[in-house]
């Protein structure tokens, strides 16, 4: 069998000139402070750490580290916004957060590129994917602040408080708009710890509170590491924890509030089956494998990360896969046609070496593109390994990177067993042409979304979250709604 | 029928009566303890009434087993399927009221007429519940208009196999409110009744036997509560915790040993001994996942 990859005379033909977005459009600032109460300011104990751009080292700010005492102060600008924000008609809130999604929409490059910069996602991703759902999110939830006597929870539901709310590095403005939008539509005030390699683009929503001329007080932000965030979940007078991050620090976030009054909902981590049939259509489903695992780097909680390939077309599915694979760009996130970017962290470029480490050790084969890797910042060629068996830790444990196990199937039944065979069950995608089958396979998936002849999609109306250990609740849709809101 | 005032007694002549052994309920089977223990169970002054099976962790594991085993069929079954058997289940109750209402006037220290009222409300509730199976998947699920060519639903589907903690007072409207709203939307349930009044849970179970619901949907557990909450709170194979039936400090410890595989609690709510009021949705949705499904729109 030839190489499916071997660089061909047309790869080289049609090389790309480089093509980068320009970083004019963002003016990063030497330094923030936390956002509390309307206003920047530093960090109590005066502690700062470093944010880096992950493609090139580079320190782009330093930032406050917010402690106890900025939590406390920063719950009590929220609780003592709570009372007015809540109380305001429900359309006034609706046209400060309708005033934020247009604020988003009009800084949407500049938001792109610092968010491309601070997390090492490609340009063509934030540009295209994660803004445009930002804005989204937050026209959506305006126009629920006023019909929440529609949201299924009977008529005047009421706000739950303060909200504390922990999100990660993965999609940092995405996930502040899937935790922040909700909330204050419902009338509560919140505090958001952002991630600690991510913490600039929610430095730059704050200034679009600002603009929007949001009361003081409804939005803080504290940035600081993952000791903030836990005096965050754990201070007495917030009303609402949610959480996007690691299955670890969920359950301990669940222990934390177990016996107090605070709702929860988290949202987790995932090892998402991706089962390709012997009739789907082939090209498609691989254009689906390669989003599914290879979007964000891989750094999705959603990422189709195991491929469960009918035993019957697998060598079909490979080759073509690892034909498509070769033609990925990889480097610059900057640069417009760059389809895989840098990893967010050197602790997670750890992480993915460690784990595809073990793959190797375990038996599986493993194979990565061919592709040369910038001298600095944090990279890891898109892998994938064959013949994963169940128990290698590879198709068990959440890799949170560019890494795709492939195991095969013969029968439905088993392909169904070998998906539920894990303790997550956030996301699973089915490719074939045949709708009962996409049907059946679709009711015995445990999985809160699944994709069929698709993957990645996300939409604010479209509630996502996880069965089992991938956590509880919903965001977006109506449902979302409830995690923010209580019966009178 | 026994009551206290007969219950063992042969002085005025009477005839003996026949004293019912009340047993655990296990994958539609009655076995006692496989601890081979017993507790007194007394009426509201002190009497005794009957012993009660009481259960050990062992007997809790065994129901998980029995629980699971009974969730792929019964979460696979139609949602008329499940109404019919609920209504089933109502059926058999109405046919035992007058052995319900004595057991409740026992059980919860009421007279004679309040207790059939609560057993009215009791098998009311039932029917109730009966009639959610095939309705709430439209109140819950829907279509999500995408901004995308796609095809978008969102479906309630049952968590799975959910502990639950009976009241420990009202032991038959307390019961049958947290039983039937866990069971109707397809989860299957591994119940503990309320240690001082559990012999209503006990017989409910001979009404679950005879009425087509499938062995281990429900299984039912007498005993200490906390004995048998803490390893079912930390057991791997539970999906989903009431709580009903704990108080303070015991809901707290079990909702943190929850934690362990992130199942969903549903906490005591305060002043929940009134179970009279119409319930709303509130104890079916915690015990239901939302799943979302995709597909494209295109030629």
Redesign the interface.
């Given at each position: 069998m030839t190489d499916p990859v071997a660089p061909s005379a047309a790869s080289k033909l049609f090389a790309y000139a480089p093509a980068p977005e320009s970083r004019a459009v963002v003016d990063i600032a030497p330094s923030y402070g936390l956002f509390i109460d309307g206003e920047f300011r530093e960090a109590a104990a005066g502690k700062v750490f470093k944010t880096l751009a992950p493609a090139t080292e580079e320190v782009l700010s330093e930032v406050a580290h917010g402690g106890a005492d900025d939590v406390e102060a920063a719950v009590r600008a929220a609780r003592e916004a709570f009372g007015p924000w809540s109380a305001l008609p429900g359309a006034e809130r609706a046209k400060y957060l309708f005033r934020i999604a247009r604020i988003i929409q009009e800084r949407s490059r500049e938001l792109a590129v610092l968010e491309t910069l601070d997390n090492g996602k490609p340009i063509r991703e934030t540009r295209d994917a994660d803004l445009p759902l930002v804005a989204a999110h937050f026209f959506y939830h305006a126009g629920w602040a006023d019909k929440l006597s529609y949201a299924g929870l009977g008529p005047d539901p009421r706000p739950l408080g303060v909200a504390a709310q922990v999100i990660p590095w993965n999609f940092p403005l995405l996930m502040l708009a899937w935790k922040i939008a909700p909330a204050l539509a419902a009338g509560n005030t919140v505090v958001l710890k952002p991630a600690e390699t991510t913490p600039l683009s929610a430095l730059f929503f704050a200034d679009i509170c600002r603009q929007a001329g949001l009361p003081k007080g409804v939005v803080n932000i504290v940035t600081g590491d993952g000791a903030t965030g836990a005096a965050l979940v754990a201070h007495p007078d917030v009303n609402k924890v949610a959480f996007t991050g690691s299955t670890a620090v969920g359950k301990e976030i669940a222990r934390t509030v177990a016996g107090t009054d605070k709702r929860l909902t988290l949202e987790l981590g995932g090892k998402g089956a991706n089962i390709v049939f012997d009739d789907a259509p082939l090209d498609q489903a691989v254009e689906g494998i390669v989003s599914g695992i290879f979007f964000n780097q891989g750094q999705v909680c959603c990422a189709g990360s195991r491929l469960l390939v009918q035993e019957s077309v697998h060598d079909e599915v490979l080759d073509a896969l690892k034909r498509r694979l070769a033609t990925l760009r990889v480097g610059d996130p900057l640069d417009k046609n760059t389809d895989v970017g840098a990893i967010n962290s050197a602790e997670q470029l750890a992480r993915i070496t460690e784990l595809a480490d073990s793959g190797e050790r375990e038996g599986a084969e493993r194979w990565s593109v061919p592709c040369e890797l910038p001298g600095r910042g944090y990279w890891f060629a898109p892998t994938v390994f064959t013949g994963v068996g169940q128990t290698h830790r590879i198709a068990r444990e959440e890799i949170f990177g560019p890494v795709l196990s492939v195991l095969t199937f013969r029968t439905p039944d088993e392909a169904v067993a070998k998906a539920n065979n894990t303790p997550y069950g956030l996301s699973a995608g089915i490719w074939t042409e045949k709708g009962s089958r996409i049907l059946d396979m679709a009711g015995r998936l445990r999985a809160g979304v699944v994709w069929a002849n698709t993957f990645n999609k996300f939409d604010p109306t479209s509630p996502f979250g996880g069965y089992k250990e991938s956590g509880y609740g919903r965001e977006g849709g109506r449902h979302g709604l409830e995690a923010y809101l209580e019966h009178a | 029928m026994s009551t206290p005032e007969t219950r063992g007694s042969e002085a005025r002549g009477a005839r003996l009566s026949v004293l019912k052994t009340y047993k655990l309920y296990i994958g539609g089977k009655f076995p006692r303890s496989e601890s081979g223990r017993v507790y007194e169970v007394t009426d509201a002054q002190g009497q005794w009434l009957a012993n009660a099976p009481l259960a050990s962790r062992k007997d809790a594991r065994d129901a998980v087993v029995a629980a699971r085993k009974a969730f792929a069929g019964w979460s696979g079954a139609t949602a008329y399927n499940r109404g019919q058997v609920l209504y089933r289940v109502a059926e058999m109750l109405e046919g035992r009221r007058e052995q319900f209402a004595a057991e409740v006037a026992a059980a919860d220290g009421l007279p004679a007429a309040k207790a059939r009222e609560v057993t009215d409300a009791a098998i009311d509730r039932w029917v109730w519940y009966a009639g959610w199976s095939d309705k709430v998947a439209q109140?819950?699920g829907?279509a999500?208009?995408?901004?995308?060519p796609?095809f978008?639903l969102?479906t309630p589907e049952p968590?799975g196999v959910v502990a639950v903690l009976a009241p420990r007072r009202s032991s038959l409207l307390g019961l049958v409110s947290v039983l039937a709203p866990v069971i109707v939307t397809g989860n299957t349930a591994v119940l503990v009744t309320s240690h001082t009044a559990p012999l209503p849970a006990l017989s409910l179970a001979e009404v679950l036997a005879t009425s087509d619901l499938p062995g281990g949907v429900v299984n039912i557990l007498s005993g200490d509560t906390a004995e048998l909450a803490r390893p079912l709170a930390a057991h791997r194979d539970v999906?989903a915790l009431d709580l009903a039936g704990a108080d303070?400090e015991l809901?707290?410890?079990l909702?943190?040993a929850?934690?362990?595989?992130?199942k969903?609690?549903l906490r005591p709510a305060p002043g929940a001994d009134d179970w009279s009021a119409d319930p709303?949705?509130?104890r079916m949705?915690p015990f239901l996942?939302?799943?979302?499904?995709?597909?494209?729109v295109g030629a």
């Open positions: - | 109140v819950v829907g999500n208009p995408v901004a995308g796609f978008n969102s968590t999906n303070g809901a707290a410890e909702e943190a929850a934690a362990e595989n992130l969903r609690v709303g949705l509130a949705t996942e939302t799943k979302t499904v995709w597909h494209p």
